[in-house]
């Protein structure tokens, strides 16, 4: 009778301890959300810019894209280098055949710091650097523009998204302080006048 009643009592812990052990932890949730992002990476990028200021009446928003390599050193800390380039239309008072249709094609190279807040698939981050960049002015010549090339700091927020171990997504706006604006040096442009853009971007980590 003793050794049936101690059977039973054997079976009841080894079955309890089985139904434990299939439970999921506390912490499950928070483990299966997240991922690594620690390691090399590159981004492709397509999007619109524009300027702010005495620049804006007198340059239209355009077409923006962007080649970013990086390596985050851990989840939340990455240094990034970056190609930039933007084409924007001139707002021409007097489009004579004298003029003709100038554009402002931009080409830009710039280091930044990103610092990402989370660890899960969904990440916002910040950023902020410096570059140099070339302004071209094109199909024609316009007496208020002049090729140049300056420099510029660039600070900006995103989100980006792991859609699996290798392909991430992301969307980042950014803002860029303008060190001189020669190529505008006629408009008389300040501090506050300044260059923002907004970019989707696609690409793989590794």
């Known amino acids: 009778m003793k050794r049936g009643i101690a059977l039973g009592l054997c079976l009841v812990g080894l079955t309890g301890g089985a139904a434990r052990a299939q ?49 985050r050193a851990n989840d939340y800390l990455g240094l990034e280098l970056g190609y930039s380039g933007g084409v924007n239309g001139l707002s021409v008072a007097n489009s004579s055949a004298t003029f003709g249709t100038p554009d402002i094609v931009r080409n830009g ?39 140049d090339t300056g420099g510029y700091a660039p600070v900006g927020a995103g989100v980006r998204f792991k859609i699996n171990p290798q392909l991430t997504a992301e969307v980042r706006g950014s803002y860029s302080f303008l060190f001189s604006q020669d190529f505008a040096s006629t408009l008389n442009p300040g501090a506050g006048d300044g260059r923002y853009s907004g970019l989707l971007m696609i690409g793989g980590s590794y």
């Not at 483990?31 to 239209?60: H, I, S």
């Not at 698939?121 to 410096?130: A, C, E, S, T």
Request: no cysteine.
């Open 109 to 147: 190279g710039q280091a930044a710091v990103t610092i990402g807040f989370t660890h899960t698939r969904l990440q916002p981050y910040v950023l902020g650097g410096v570059g140099v960049e070339r302004y071209s002015i094109r199909e024609g010549n316009f007496f208020r523009f002049f090729d």
């Open 23 to 71: 439970d999921p932890p506390p912490d499950a949730p928070t483990r299966m959300g997240r991922v690594d992002w620690q390691g090399p990476y590159f981004l492709l990028g397509l999007g619109v810019e524009g300027y702010t200021g005495k620049l804006a009446p007198n340059v239209d928003p355009g077409p923006s894209y962007g080649v970013v390599v990086g390596y």
